[in-house]
């Protein structure tokens, strides 16, 4: 299977499936001398797992991550960093009965149609659990922008048709309410409008922003690895990701050139935006400016209300999926988004470094 690897300089690779019996990932290319350990990854693990509040999965995951290698007291060594997370809750006879058939919205016909074979275990590969690699590897990721200033925040911006307002942002309100929302009025009302989707037996979407503060300007590379291109890539890699927006994303389609643009001078002498519309990114290279992107989630696909499907053998049938699902699948994709994030923007910084000679002048010391 081609695909799962990510990054060129900073490059992780993920692996195992939702119902097999570890995932993980492989990093490659973390400097040496990074301060590491379990719980660096393990604060990460803990916002992506199932079974915390009554809008998640009922299946229950420790989600525990071990670091086998690439770490030597308490520093990364410069060699792979190999994380696994053993699966510890599977119920694969809540599948048994998918064998036969295709769920709506899932990915089992295309796995059929492009290997003639798939796990039908929750989904293998495709399942949501697949996340779990990247997390633990964004976490690492996380790490080093955090060393060189930069800092990601991500939150759930709406639920269906429940906004933020933005007057009343609270980043504390992200960790504190179960909708990972920065508005604890919105928070109610999104919880409530779930949980008239779950008393209909059905599920909800919703968006995620992502503000990522520090970045410096000239990181990206103009034509085919463009900051914002490779920023998409990552986040629409995600499995239920249908779209993504950088700055005013869409609404620039109705704007004039005149209101868009937004250079000025700052009284340090400082060149700045004044509104940002383009979220941090122009020509593909970063500005200085707050990077800001959104990812637009789709509403989780199985759900429990009879559905029209097609089985193996070619014929229509009506179906009732089984087994443990989450209703929505944005509050625990937030911290996903971030790692995504994490992972480019750390592979962008280290292959920046050889952008100008005087850069590698400066590493080498040569005068």
Known sequence: MFGSTFGTFFKISTWGESHGKALG????????????????IQQYLDRRKPG?????????EDDLVEILSGTFEGLTTGTPISLIVRNTSQKSRDYSEIASYYRP??????FDQK??????????????????GRVA???????ILKELGIEILAYTKSIGPIQVNPDAFDKEAIRNTSTCMPDYQADQKANAYLASCMADKDSAGGVIECRI????????????EKLDANLAKAIMSIGAVKAFEIGDGFRVSTANGSSNNDFFLSENEEIRKKTNHAGGILGGISDGS??????????TPSI???????????????????GRHDPIIVPRAVVVVEAMAALTLADAMIGNMSSRISYLKDFYHFS
């Open 25 to 40: 990932a492989v990093i490659d290319g973390c400097p040496a001398g990074l301060p590491l350990s379990e719980e660096d």
């Open 52 to 60: 915390q509040t009554s809008i998640s999965t009922p299946r229950k």
């Open 105 to 110: 919205g899932h990915a089992d016909y295309t």
């Open 115 to 132: 290997y003639g074979f798939r796990d039908y275990r929750g989904g293998g590969r495709s399942s949501g659990r697949e996340t779990i």
């Open 137 to 143: 590897a964004g976490a690492v990721a996380a790490k």
């Open 213 to 224: 503060q520090g970045v410096p300007a000239g990181i990206g590379d103009p034509v085919f």
């Open 290 to 299: 707050e990077i800001v992107l959104r990812a637009y989630v789709k509403p």
């Open 304 to 322: 429990f209300q009879e559905q029209e499907t097609v089985n193996q053998n070619g014929e229509n049938i009506r179906v009732q999926i089984k």
